[in-house]
Structures are given as structure tokens and as C-alpha cells.
């Protein structure tokens, strides 16, 4: 098993942000700034075109710290951030630029391609869960929350579907093929974001993987816009969610 190799560290607005490598995929853990005692981990998925360390990531990021003293990590996807792409990545990216150049649906190749990186994606979380653990900070007895949207989903309900460790999840913005399948393993608390008037995935679709869930707790929230165009306070929301879960009170400014 590989260790956490920390390879960068700041700190700034109660954050200490620190790079890290497992093996030979990098990531980023936030903590809270003061204050040495065990909290939880929210692993963060990042959407498909970002990285780790991207503005909605860090922002995130910032709101599960300083709003519920957890921890955050998030490691590049397969051909993302730092990360070399492979032909067949080349391929993908070259064939959804196509798609959106000439208006074509460019959903069917981006399912497709995001079903083939939660394939390599998944067993990279879990190593990178196990190294986290080994952390006197983080431990193995605190829970385990996943956060992420569009490209986040994708890995993130393969992931939480066969990982024993997470107890809550905040998904949203796919399409049901492929992980309806899977989605109907998954029991642990769930908050799925839709938006009601995406131009790429149809509503009924989003409406279908919501239902596919077999969580006795399940939440949607559906909000007006476009695809991008996710309110900012459903971040928030997700902060709430997280906190009731995995046993944290909500700080508010004093």
C-alpha cells in the first residue's frame, strides 16, 4: 500500500492546504488551520475538463472546513490536472470537441468516456482512502462523506457503491446510463442535484437516476437554469447535509 507523500503546503482564511501524492496520483487535503483533533473526511470529486484544485473545488472546500472543522481531499481523475492523458483519452476529448463544434448531443461520448475513467478512477480513490486513513488526523474510525457533480457522479456512485467506508453522499448533473445499475446498490443518505432546464442531460433522465437510489434518505433539489448554472448555495446546502451525517455542528461567524 502506498503512503500519503506531502509535497506542498500553504495555509490562509483557516485552511491548510497541503499537495500530496499516493503513488503516482496527486491531490490536495484541506484541514482546518488550528487544532490537532480527529474529524472527518468529505472526499471531493472534480467535474470532467477541471482539476483538483479548481475554483468550485477549493470553494467547496473552504465551506466543509471552516463551516464543519471536516477534512477535504481530492485527487486528479485519469487525464486531468497533472495527469498525462492516454491515446484513448486524446480520442475521447477530440471526439466530444467535435460533438459540441457541429451541435451534436454530446452526452452519448461523454457517459461513455467518463464510465471508462471511473473504471481507473475508482481503485485510485480507494487507495488514496486507505493512505488517508493512516493519517493521526484523520484515523479509521471517523465516517466518510463524497461530494461531486457532473464527472464527480460518474466516479463517485461506482465508488460509494462497493466502499463500505462512506456514509453519505452529495451527487448531481449525469445521465442514468450506466449507474442506474449501480445506483440501485447504494443505501447510505444521498442529496442529488438536478437542474430543471439542463440543455445536455433531459429532465427525466436526471429524474431517473435520483429514483434509482435505494437510500431510505434521498433529497433532491431541483433548481431553474441551464446545466452550468448551479446556484452557489446548493454548496452550502451540501455543508448541512454533510454536517447532519457525519456528525459535525454547522460553525456560524461570530
Known sequence: ?????FTAETSSNGLRERDFTVGEVPGVLWSPLSGSDRAPLVLMGHGGGTHKKAP?????????VTGCGFHVATIDAPGHGGRPRTAH???????????????????????????????????EW?????????LPEIGTEGPVGYFGLNMGTAI????????????AAVFGLFWPDPLAETARRITVPIEYALQWDDEHIPRESGLALFDAFASKEKTLHANAGRHKEL????????????????????????
Open 1 to 5: 500500500m502506498h503512503s500519503v507523500q
Open 56 to 64: 468550485a473545488m477549493a470553494g467547496r472546500a473552504q465551506r466543509l
Open 89 to 123: 483519452d486524446e480520442r475521447e476529448i477530440a471526439a466530444m470537441q467535435q460533438a459540441m463544434a457541429t451541435g451534436e448531443p454530446v452526452g452519448p461520448i461523454v457517459v461513455r468516456y467518463n464510465a471508462h475513467l471511473a473504471e481507473r478512477a475508482v481503485p
Open 126 to 134: 480507494q487507495a488514496t482512502l486507505d493512505a488517508l486513513q493512516e
Open 156 to 167: 463517485g456512485v461506482p465508488l460509494t457503491a462497493i466502499e463500505p467506508r462512506i456514509a
Open 231 to 254: 446556484p452557489r448555495f446548493e454548496a452550502d446546502s451540501a455543508v448541512r447535509f454533510f454536517a447532519r451525517h457525519l456528525g459535525r455542528a454547522v460553525m456560524t461567524p461570530a
